[in-house]
Structures are given as C-alpha cells and as structure tokens.
C-alpha cells in the first residue's frame, strides 16, 4: 500500500479542492474538477432518488436550537455542534443532520394510509464542529454534504422500503466501483445511549436482519457482521463499511430505521379506520457524502476515474498549429454532446502529453496531419490500454453514449 497516494497529494495533481486559511480549516473549496466528479455523483444520487419514487425537497442549513432539543440530537451531539447564534431572542444553530427538517417537511401536510411510503431526498449540508487537529482533506470536514433521504412509512412497509434502500446503496456503489468491504448490523447495547422502547429495537433490528438475507448480502459475497453499540441513537442501521488503503474504516452508505423521531415530532398518518397511527422513518444514504465519496474515489482509483466522472474526459492536442482549426471544432463537437473535452494547444507535444498524465484525463487524442487528412484522431485511453486511429465523426457520439450510461468504451470504432 507504500506507493498509493493519498486523496490530498492526487487532488493537487488534478486540482480537484483548495484549502486558504482565510477561509478556514476543514472548509474545502471544490475547483472546477472536484466540482465536475461531484455533479456527476449529484447526478447519480439524484437519478437513483427518482427511480426509487423519492420527491426532492430543499431545507434549510439553520434552524432553531429547539428543533434539535427536540429531535434529541442537542442532548446528544451539543459538543459536536458549531455554537449557537443568538437573533432576535432565539437561537439558531447550524445543524447536525438533516432529518429534524425532513420530518417537519412531512408534518406540514396531513397524511392518509393510501398516500404512504412518501420519500423526501436532498442533497443536503450538515455540520461538524471538528477539532482543528483531526480535519483532513475531503475525509474530515466541517460541512457535509449528503445524499440524504428519508422515508415515512407504514410498519408494515418497512421490510420493503428497507430493500430498496440496501439495493439502491449497493448499486450506487456498484456504478462508482467502490468495493463494499462488509455489511455492518449495527445494533443497541445496554449502555443508555439508545432512546425508545427495547422491544421496538428488537423488532427492528430483526426487520434489518431479514432485509440483509433478502437482497442477497452474503450471495453477493459480503460478509456480513453485527456490532452492538453502533447503532444511530434512534434505531438500528444497516451500514456498508469500507476499508481504505490505511486500515482505516468508514460508513459509505447506510439504511437506519427510527420509531423515536417520529414520536418526538408527532409524526402520524390517518389510518383506514380513521385513527390516528405513527409513521415509522427510514434514514437512507445511498451515494453518501459528497466530501468521503471523492476522497473514496481518487484514492481507489489513484485519479484515473472512469470516463463517466473524470474532470477531463478528453484532452485534443493539435501536433501543430496547422490542426488547430480541426481540433477547435472537435472540441466543440464533444461538448456539444455534453462531454467534458479540453483542448490543450501550447507547448510541445511531449509535455502537453505528461500534463494530461498528471492531471489523470481519461482519454488523450492527438490529430497530426496524417489524422486530419484520414479525418480520424489518434486516441490513448490507458483504462483500456488502447491506442489507436479512430473515426473522427463517430467519437463524440459513442463517448456520449457510454458516458450516459455509466461505463468504460467497450469498443472502440477504428
Ligand atoms: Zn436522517
């Protein structure tokens, strides 16, 4: 593992994130590229939302200090939390998560049995009042960005709605190529940390258990392991764990389900026989967090991101000024179709080519005037090991096409 690079030193080769002192520790600011990979996983997050009949919604980074007294999050995370301010007689406080909003998102209509599950999805900041000495490039930060998602159900849509959280995570990570280590169970222990009803745990944490057998976890050649202790303070969670190249262990995705929020928040449905029922919430992370994703990412793949999420999907290089007006309007053809292609004119061939190294493009294509007499480029894709001429005329539409469905070129068009 000596010769991996960290997320840091690959992130200034790619200008990916900046930190200034100005603006302070753990406060990354996303360049252009770190910008593109996370528009791609935005991009991601949200189609995976859609598909699994999720509303977006927007909420606000702040709220009062109450909202989070009443959560239970205050008398939880305090310590972790950024101090509140004081306005006008009230305090406001940056939050700690975003599922205090959401739940009150939910109680802003009044909900029948039929209507049921509704999923609100946002990619949505949250913060961390880290100590300067544990911050760290994307890994440790003070504002988190998640695909966060939650869903207000039925009991007896919970086995369900469990699923399809763990499928969606797995397949998101899947897409990413992000190797989930193992499937963590994480459970309650006796420590007094949890809140709510034991026999409510118990039952949840065996619903969890029977969704990890149901979707496959172990087939899939995931072991996986319960801990006691892990579990988020309101409920049980299936978390997929992931082990970076220094042994160090993180959460990438997680399916938590919650009876305690709901009752703090009064959160209810009209039944069939007109009463009144408590809704149980299913906290889902599919993507994850924006921030740990990208770090996750340049890490695993030392920079060389698929095609579908590199900052330069192609690099023209001209040989000489005699093709700039060629590789001027090969530019503008990939963009068009809505790639990322940069052209890359000064300078000699040779060290135009080791920038585009160093910077990780995924393609390089070269036009000589050999290529732009045979209207064809020369084109370098190292993921394939590939190098060769291909149709001028055809390359913007297949890369089109494997960028929007998520894969590497599988074949290249001589
Ligand atoms: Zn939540």
Known sequence: MSDELDHRTISQDMAVFATDPDVGAGLPLWLPAGAAIRHELEQLARDLARRDGCHGVYTPVLAKRELFEQSGHWAKFSDDMFPPMSLGGSELVLRPANCPHHAKVYAADRHSYRELPIR???????????????LSGLSRVRQITLDDTHVFCRPDQVADEAAMALRSALEAQRVLGLPVDYVRLSCRDDSGAFLGDPAEWEWAEAALRSVAESVGVAEAGMPMLE??????????KLDLQVRDGRGHEETIATVQLDFVQPERFDLSYDDADASRQRVVMIHRGTVGSMERVVGSLLERYQGRLPLCLAPVQVSVLPVGPGQDGEVRSLVDELLAAGLRARLEADGTLGARIRASRQRRDCLVAVIGPAEAAAAAVQVTDPASAFRGMVDRSALPGFLREAHLDRRPVLSWPM
């Open 227 to 236: 801990v006691a202790g892990e579990a988020a303070f309101y409920g049980p």
């Open 120 to 134: 609100f999805n946002e990619l949505a900041p949250m913060f961390r009042a880290e100590r300067s000495g544990v």
